[in-house]
Structures are given as structure tokens and as C-alpha cells.
């Protein structure tokens, strides 16, 4: 059984604090929700990828 670390479980920031504030991100401005997508989008399909790599490979 592997150990659970907590760096790996708690939330990091994707963006810094100047660009988006942490309490903004459950209603962020207009302009940056776009970003948010894309940018949210691209770290899920990394992520799939390498779970599918991990266990179905």
C-alpha cells in the first residue's frame, strides 16, 4: 500500500496570486473564465493520460 502525501491531496494554486485570488475562483471574472477552461481542460486530459498509461498500459 503506498503512502498518501498530503502535497499530493491538498489544492495547488494553477494560477498566481496577482492573475486570479483563491476566493475568485468560484466566480471569476468573465475574462478569465475562458482561461480557466482551457487551462482546467488541459491539466484533466494530462492527468487521464497518464492514469490510463499507469494502469491500462
Known sequence: MSK?????????SSYALSVIKPLDYYYPP???????????????VKYTLALRD???R
Open 30 to 44: 468573465k475574462e478569465l473564465l475562458e482561461q480557466m477552461i482551457e487551462k482546467g481542460t488541459v491539466q484533466s
Open 54 to 56: 499507469k494502469y491500462c
Open 4 to 12: 498518501i502525501v498530503w502535497s499530493d491531496v491538498f489544492f495547488q
